[in-house]
């Protein structure tokens, strides 16, 4: 199980007469196991929805639930994977990845399996116990996913992840997490100012509008994306130059030029 | 600043500081202006110094009376890293702690640790403990500034990262807040380990039978300047000595965290 609801959603930033309202009346459900995107101008406030499901800002006015509870603090059910990796640099991948297995006190044998199949997963057994530093920036997100992946969260939380990467690792990155999608399906809620890596990567895409951000669309990828069978494509490039892709992608990049 | 000198470069020019330095000061003395026993020559302190490693003076050799202060001061910069960093971090995680006890040092840290003697004497007496604290004193403040300050200017995603994770307090403080502070931690215990050491001779002046500073106060009465010197020679030597080894884990701490400092 794994529902966002955002119900009506205001935050203000600051007091007085510096008060600046980032959001404005935000209302989205994410449904379990769906994999929403939202996008935007920089500064509509994107991340801030992020961070306030993550609980590390509270709502100003409304309130935001997961399954049905409303959310008070971070938590290990919320998993969030930062744009700058955010992994402890003294810690080695599998100390990463492990961190948040120990803090529920789970015992070593059961840990092990666990991380074992996170490395896997994301393709790092041979670097488990190398140092954050002495990774690229592709191979550290992956550990930052690992160590998501692993607390198996009700939801996992994407702050524009592939944003510092470069462009050929980014690519490598998106396909890697429709693979993982597939794999293992859980709640995403992710955030990007890529149009086009919005439509590959999500169910559906919501669109925000600049200051004070609201939610001022929101495209059904999905639907389209079984009806022509995109899957079918092993590539990102196939089906980047798909019409049925380039039409939902320049429907989307059109009603965000109104807002710039 | 201009770029940087070869070594060699460095030791010549530091060499010729030096030298220079003890020229002017033989000058001085042996014109006359300045009556040997108000200023000794350098040879007459060289002349003291290896005398006094051997000879016992006010009722222990040079060596015997610098452990005596190295074991005082060791006790006071331990007891102060000891309590002054894991309340630093405690600070700089815990905002109501910081809150509580920040008007409180933020005043104690101006009190020079000498104004302290008073009170270490009647409180510790004057053989191990008395000297003890009035090192704690000097050493305390910048054992517990830079852990706090360490603490708190910890990257945000780093403990967003951690408390997300589930993280609890303890093991936030521990795993998180510590390694990422321990740069300017160990900044802090060199400063520590300086201002301890000044303590440590200013205390011995006044309270103690034994140690370098007494050596000095006894070298005073008898108006052996030589003697004073030779105690303020051992002093710097040991005070460099231990700045040397604190620049060496500055600079492991940096490489183990992988940002060579």
């Known amino acids: 199980m794994g529902s966002i609801c955002f119900d009506k959603v205001d935050k203000v930033f600051g007091a007085g007469s510096g008060v600046l309202k980032a959001l404005e009346d935000i209302n989205l459900i994410v449904a379990d196991k769906e994999f929403v995107a939202i996008v935007g101008p920089s500064g509509c406030g994107k991340t801030t929805c992020l961070r306030m499901v993550a609980g590390f800002e509270a709502p100003s006015a409304g309130t935001i639930s997961v399954d049905g509870k409303v959310i008070i603090a971070p938590g290990p059910d919320r998993a969030v994977v930062f744009q700058q990796f955010a992994l402890f640099p003294w810690k080695t991948v599998r100390g990463n990845i492990e961190m948040g297995l120990r803090n529920k006190n789970m015992p070593r044998a059961q840990r092990a399996p666990l991380v074992e199949g996170a490395l896997k997963l994301m393709n790092l057994e041979s670097h488990a116990e190398a140092f954050p530093h002495q990774l690229s920036g592709g191979m550290q997100q992956r550990v930052a996913i690992a160590r998501a992946y692993v607390l198996d969260p009700a939801v996992l939380l994407m702050d524009e992840p592939f944003g510092a990467l470069d462009a050929q690792t980014r690519v490598v990155m998106q396909e890697e997490l429709v693979r993982l999608a597939r794999l293992n399906p859980r709640t995403v809620l992710f955030i990007t100012h890529s149009v086009e890596e919005a439509v590959y990567l999500a169910d559906r895409v919501a669109i925000m509008s600049r200051r004070p951000g609201r939610i001022k669309g929101i495209v059904d990828i999905k639907a389209v994306r079984l009806a022509e069978q995109w899957d079918k494509s092993e590539r990102i490039e196939d089906v980047m130059e798909r019409e049925s892709f380039v039409h939902l992608r320049s429907n989307i990049w059109k009603s965000l030029r109104e807002e710039k | ?261």
């Open chain 2, 1 to 261: 600043m201009e770029p940087r000198l070869q070594p060699l470069e460095t030791i010549a020019y530091g060499a010729i500081g030096l030298v220079t330095f003890f020229a002017i000061w033989t000058i001085v003395v042996l014109s006359g202006a300045v009556p040997h026993t108000f200023l000794p020559l350098p040879t007459a302190i060289l002349t003291r110094f290896t005398f006094l490693l051997t000879h016992s003076f006010a009722g222990a050799t040079l060596p015997q009376h610098l452990l005596a202060s190295i074991d005082r001061y060791l006790g006071g910069f331990l007891l102060a890293a000891l309590v002054g960093v894991p309340l630093g971090l405690l600070m700089g995680w815990f905002r109501w702690l910081d809150d509580i006890l920040s008007p409180i040092f933020d005043g104690l840290r101006f009190i020079a640790p000498i104004a302290w003697v008073p009170f270490a004497a009647l409180w510790f007496g004057t053989g191990y403990g008395g000297p003890i604290m009035i090192i704690f004193a000097g050493a305390f403040s910048p054992c517990l500034i830079n852990a706090h300050r360490g603490a708190r200017f910890v990257n945000a995603s780093l403990t967003e990262a951690a408390s997300m994770l589930g993280t609890g307090h303890f093991r936030t403080i521990t795993e998180v807040l510590l390694p990422a502070s321990l740069p300017s931690i160990v900044a802090g215990l060199r400063v520590a380990a300086g201002l301890g050491w000044q303590s440590l001779v200013g205390a011995e002046l006044i309270v103690a039978a034994n140690g370098i500073g007494y050596m000095m106060v006894q070298g005073q009465a008898n108006l052996q300047t030589s003697t004073v010197m030779a105690g303020m020679v051992s002093i710097g030597l040991v005070g460099f000595g231990m700045d040397r080894l604190l620049r060496l884990a500055e600079r492991a701490v940096g490489k183990r965290l992988g940002r060579p400092a």
